[in-house]
């Protein structure tokens, strides 16, 4: 078997070479790429794709995002999110992502994080014993509506049956939805675009303005990534997944979905003296809250609500919030949620970029490459 790692500089060339000597696995979907060539943290020398062929036939790869954290004087540090793994079916058990990993590790230095893992990448990373949990952040799963065949298709494959549960369940749901008293104003796709909520205003972004630039430095100062405005606005620019129009590809990770959608939202208080940024994504009938910014705490109220009103109107599932002052605001409206169910999440570090973290330090739901697919 041969390894092989391409570095962004290489990543075009050889993906549309890889398009016609490896028509059946593609190991970066034409989304993904875009995304690399065009991320500002990344480097042409970064070393983002590792190959395993054999016979010059491509069985395996695995992908990293190029990233920064901020150590405890605020100096910058390079490092990588490991970011997609795949073996095909009929070399499985046989270590070859361990070696990809180690090729990784390599290439990198041990700067390497994870989160938003499978469990067969994470029975590979613990195996190495070089990777200590950094942060479990408490969450929690608000169920609005059922999806049991969704949630349980990987288990036991498509299910007639829980499919007609859930569009049962979902009937009286939807019927009792109608009570919820939504707020009014002109319809957008799947929004609204301003609504008033007591003394404040949400109003529907198109595009980071300044104001909202200034918000989010001013308050992402301790956040290990501090990702900005300009990095988000790489992020919406350039989407792993898209709810459009998609050439078929043989690529094993989600690049297309039903639903895939970005929705920002600025809250202004009545005299403008409290701003608020807040981030929802959509993704298969999900919903995830990848960012919040505010001013002040009693932002979080007409936040929730925006929340509720999106599950609603866009008919999803389930939505998963891990900010603590959010899931307290969503459970007030307890009596609308199927269930609550406890989703944590965990992040974790190669032993030799711990000493690079500070001990104080706040991080996002989306951090990592979750903002990407929710």
């Known amino acids: 078997m041969e390894a092989r790692s391409i570095t962004l500089e290489e990543l075009l060339p050889h993906t549309e070479q890889a398009r016609v000597t490896d028509p059946a696995l593609v190991p970066v979907s034409p989304l993904r790429l875009q995304s690399y060539l065009h991320n500002p943290r990344a480097q042409l020398t970064d070393h983002v794709l590792f190959e395993m062929r054999e016979n010059g036939r491509l069985i ?5 995002l190029p990233d920064s954290l901020y150590g405890e004087r605020g100096e910058p540090r390079r490092f990588a999110w490991l970011s997609g793994n795949y073996v095909l079916p009929e070399y499985r058990r ?6 990809l990993l180690q090729q990784v590790e390599a290439r990198w230095e041990g700067q390497l994080m994870y989160t938003n893992y ?6 590979v990373y613990d195996r190495t ?26 288990r036991l494959g498509e299910s007639r049956i829980l499919k007609t549960g859930d569009q049962l369940v979902n009937l009286f749901v ?10 009014s104003g ?24 300044p104001p909202m630039a200034t918000l989010i430095e001013k308050h992402n100062k301790q956040n290990l990534f501090r990702r900005d405005a300009g990095i988000f606005q790489w992020i919406l620019d350039f989407p792993w997944v898209t709810a459009g129009d998609a050439d078929p590809v043989p690529y094993h990770f989600s690049y297309r979905s039903e639903q895939f959608q970005n929705l920002l939202y600025k809250l202004e208080s009545e005299h403008g003296k409290q701003l608020g940024l807040l981030w929802l994504l959509i993704h298969d009938r999900k919903l995830s809250i990848p960012y919040l910014f505010m001013d002040d705490e009693k932002l979080l109220r007409p936040m929730a609500r925006v929340c509720m009103e999106t599950i609603i109107r866009s008919e999803l599932a389930h939505a998963t919030v891990r900010h603590e002052g959010l899931r307290r605001e969503l459970k007030l409206y307890r009596k609308w949620f199927l269930s609550l169910r406890d989703m944590p999440q965990l992040i974790f570090a190669h032993r030799l970029i711990q000493e690079s973290i500070p001990r104080e330090f706040t991080v996002h739901d989306g951090d990592g490459d979750v903002v990407f697919t929710g």
Do not use: C, H, M
Not at 118 to 123: E, L, N
């Open 60 to 64: 395996a790869y695995r992908t990293v």
């Open 94 to 99: 046989k270590g070859i992502s361990t070696a």
């Open 118 to 123: 499978a469990p067969a990448s994470k029975a």
């Open 129 to 154: 014993g070089q990777f200590r949990l950094l942060r479990k952040r408490e969450g929690t799963r608000f169920y609005l509506r059922a999806a049991s065949a969704e949630l349980l298709k990987a």
């Open 174 to 183: 939807n019927k009792r939805l109608k009570n919820f008293d939504l707020s």
């Open 186 to 209: 002109s319809e957008d796709n799947l929004w609204y675009e301003a609504v008033g909520e007591g003394n404040y205003t949400v109003t529907r972004l198109t595009v980071l303005d």
